[in-house]
């Protein structure tokens, strides 16, 4: 009854199974399922790493990828610029494609307009055994709104890593850690304090638990009851602070007194 077959099927022997077991392997027809895959979320990863729901988002931080998570694999020769597509309501937007099991990703190759309005359009991506999805559409915003510098605090409680205090600065959305320059020498940087007109030195960090902080901590006491005035991007600066889109902060000037 082996018809004088014995252990493993020779090569030209083509083995079924589900389109549920995983990656295609060598060899294989993935056969007997007939079930279309269906689209259990589509996302947009901003410049800042987050994920947001694709499908009406505002205010988006620009973004580096759109990301489809479907119920199963989906076979990587289905996905292409035919089938899935990212369009500024004009023209479909350049990029490449990567498939890692259920998850499909698209990279845009050109940063995407502030303030535009863009599509998602995915149909007729398959799954392993070649059933169709049956396809979807979404949109959403990128932000165009200039971030804004909104708040100053002090906090003199001294610490290992700050021991003359530290000063938060809170922005309207998170800030590009690359763009973050503090006075240094006769250079304004993005980020420029000053007390009785002359400059205060220090370092600054992006807060890795809220981007949309930067701390900034002195390297010497600050006098008390002088006010410090704290100016992001100062006309004289030479680079300027930005949001992760690249848009630049408004030049504002917040002060406390220590």
């Not at 973004?63 to 694999?73: D, L, M």
């Not at 863009?118 to 200039?146: H, K, R």
Request: glycine residues 10%.
């Amino acid at each position: 009854g082996c018809n004088g077959l014995t252990g493993a099927p020779p090569a030209d022997v083509i083995s079924s199974a589900s389109s549920a077991v995983g990656d295609p392997q060598p060899g294989m027809i993935y056969t007997g399922e007939t079930a279309a895959p269906t689209l259990a979320n589509l996302q947009v990863r901003q410049l800042d790493g987050t994920l947001v729901d694709a499908d009406g988002a505002t205010g988006v931080f620009g973004a580096t990828r759109v990301v489809a998570t479907f119920n199963e694999p989906i076979d990587p020769a289905s996905v292409s610029a035919a089938t899935f597509v990212l369009n500024d309501g004009t023209n479909d937007i350049a990029g490449s494609y990567h498939v890692e099991g259920a998850t499909v990703v698209f990279a845009p190759s050109v940063n995407l307009a502030a303030g535009a309005n863009y599509l998602v359009l995915i149909d007729a991506v398959t799954d392993l055994a070649g059933n169709p999805f049956a396809g979807d559409l979404a949109s959403f915003d990128v932000e165009s709104a200039v971030p804004t510098f909104d708040e100053v605090a002090f906090d003199a409680t001294p610490t290992r890593s700050a021991p003359f205090g530290e000063v938060a600065l809170s922005f309207s959305e998170p800030v590009d850690p690359a763009t973050l320059s503090v006075n240094a020498h006769l250079n304004l940087g993005s980020v420029s304090p000053e007390a009785s007109g002359s400059p205060l030195f220090g370092c600054a960090t992006v807060d890795p638990s809220d981007r949309t902080r930067v701390l900034w901590r002195p390297s010497e006491p600050l006098a008390v009851g002088v006010a410090v005035e704290v100016t992001v991007n100062a006309g004289a600066a030479p680079s300027k602070l930005t949001d992760m889109a690249g848009t630049e902060i408004a030049q504002t000037t917040l002060g406390f007194t220590p």
